[in-house]
C-alpha cells in the first residue's frame, strides 16, 4: 500500500531533521556499499588452503607447516572481512550535505593534511563541544 501524502511529507521531514541533527548518520545510511563477491571467493580458497596445509602439518608431525596453514587462513578470513581499499582517484558516497531547506550544498574538497591521531581527537572533542552550546 503506497503512503499517503501526508506520510510522505512527515517522513520527509524525519529525514531532513536526521540530516541536520547527525550528516555523518544520515551519509553512512545512504551509501550503499557492498563486498565484492571474489572478495569472499579469494578468501574462501585460501581459507581451504590453509586448513589442508594445517591437517597435513598435523598429519605428518610438522608443526611449522601446521602453523603456515593456521597463518594462511588467519590471513584468509581478514581479508574476507576488511575494508576494500578505495583508489584515490573515485569517491563513492554523496557528493555534498543536504540541509534543513533541502538543497544540497556541496561538500568541502578534501584538501586538508592528514593529522596525528590525537589532533584530530581534540578537533572533534571540541567540535562537540562546540554543538552542546558549553
Do not use: C
Amino acid at each position: 500500500m503506497p503512503l499517503s501524502e501526508y506520510e510522505q511529507r512527515v517522513l520527509e521531514q524525519m529525514e531532513r531533521q536526521l540530516t541536520s541533527d547527525d550528516p555523518r548518520l544520515a551519509n553512512t545510511l545512504t551509501q550503499r556499499g557492498h563486498r565484492p563477491f571474489g572478495r569472499y571467493v579469494i578468501a574462501g580458497v585460501g581459507a581451504s588452503v590453509g586448513l589442508l596445509l594445517l591437517v597435513l602439518g598435523a598429519a605428518n608431525s610438522l608443526p611449522w607447516l601446521g602453523v603456515i596453514g593456521f597463518v594462511v587462513m588467519f590471513a584468509a578470513v581478514a581479508f574476507a572481512f576488511a575494508a576494500p581499499h578505495r583508489s584515490s582517484g573515485h569517491r563513492s558516497g554523496p557528493r555534498g550535505v543536504v540541509q534543513s531547506d533541502g538543497q544540497v550544498k556541496p561538500a568541502a574538497p578534501a584538501t586538508r593534511q592528514k593529522s596525528s591521531f590525537m589532533s584530530r581527537l581534540e578537533e572533534r572533542w571540541e567540535r562537540r563541544r562546540g554543538e552542546s552550546g558549553r
